[in-house]
């Protein structure tokens, strides 16, 4: 298994995605505690850094681009400094940034995280402040997506959409976006973050065991109960070929044509971070369902690429090497 995987890994690259959905600018404003301020009992902190990282929908597009494929990242951003800015560092990380459309009546959506940094400890979040609307995007905006797609789906291998329940995948976009999909027979996957309904029909779904309990109303524990758990959200969807409940340490569970298959997580000591392990699961399983790489050797090609994740911390990208050398040590 481990040299089959490990051959499979360079099927990952020279593919071409479409990335849509919720793309948010991720703001780090760092501080030194010195004193009590004489306002409220809060500390003030001393600015000692700022540093900004694309975020939301972006991070899958990122993955994408680090396993040695090309993202055409689409979504929305405002007519203000962050979307400006938000482009610029998309572009140095090699996403093609054509498909963000500005909207005058929205902002661009800014996650600021407030943090203190003490000693040699890493930074601790004090307060976070979001700038962001999530009305669904409005008809014009609609159909300038849906030309950009047009005008581009003949030319892609698959289309990946990342929901951030910012407004933009709304249920008439996607039903839309599946019928172009399906006309021209390319693959369509999504990472629900727990809004299924909206994903009726499309080819691949995944989500992850707190989302899927959830959505179904009953607790998953044992292989069994995942085993109804992923055949229920492909049967009631009407998923066409792949439901993937993720579960942690415990790898993932998978419906596909009628049978299910439980794929082991990579043994890792030390998690310092599950933050971007989806967005990472999701980008390596549709490159590899996009170059025809069976569905249940997808999905442990992504569980190898989620655990290189979760031992870093923030949203770090695995590359091609790396997720070869964890499929050789078995990690």
Request: hydrophobic share 40%; proline share 4%.
């Amino acid at each position: 298994m481990s040299n089959k995987l490990q051959s499979l890994v360079a099927g990952l690259a020279n593919k071409t995605v479409l990335v849509i959905g919720d793309v948010m600018l991720d703001e780090y404003i760092i501080g030194k505690p010195t004193r009590i301020s004489r306002e409220a009992p809060v500390p003030v902190l001393e600015l000692e850094s700022r540093q900004y990282i694309a975020g939301g929908s972006t991070n899958p597009s990122a993955n994408i681009v680090s396993l040695g494929s090309q993202a055409i990242q689409v979504g929305v951003i405002g007519a203000d400094e962050p979307g400006q800015r938000l482009k610029r560092i998309l572009r140095g990380q090699g996403i093609d940034t054509s498909g963000l459309f500005c909207c005058t009546d929205r902002p661009t959506t800014v996650k600021t995280r407030i943090l203190a940094q003490m000693g040699l400890r890493f930074p601790q979040q004090v307060t976070r402040i979001d700038t962001l609307t999530r009305s669904p995007i409005d008809g014009d905006t609609e159909a300038a997506i849906l030309g950009f797609i047009s005008d581009r789906i003949d030319k892609v291998d698959a289309v990946l959409l990342s929901h951030y329940h910012g407004g933009l995948l709304t249920p008439s976009l996607v039903t839309k976006l599946r019928q172009h999909c399906q006309r021209s027979k390319v693959l369509l996957t999504a990472d629900a973050q727990g809004e299924f309904e909206t994903f009726r029909g499309i080819d691949v779904i995944k989500c992850n065991a707190e989302d899927a309990q959830r959505y179904l109303n009953r607790e998953l524990a044992t292989d069994d109960d995942f085993s109804w758990g992923a055949q229920q959200l492909s049967n009631v969807l009407g998923i066409v070929k792949v439901a993937i409940i993720t579960r942690g340490s415990q790898g993932a569970t998978l419906a596909h044509d009628g049978s299910i298959q439980h794929c082991p997580a990579p043994k890792v000591s030390d998690v310092f971070d599950t933050v971007g392990a989806g967005d990472t699961a999701i980008a390596t399983t549709t490159l590899a369902l996009a170059d025809g790489i069976s569905a249940t050797d997808a999905v442990m090609l992504a569980n190898h690429a989620s655990g290189i994740v979760v031992r870093h911390l923030g949203n770090y990208r695995p590359s091609p090497e790396e997720l070869r050398r964890s499929i050789v040590d078995g990690l």
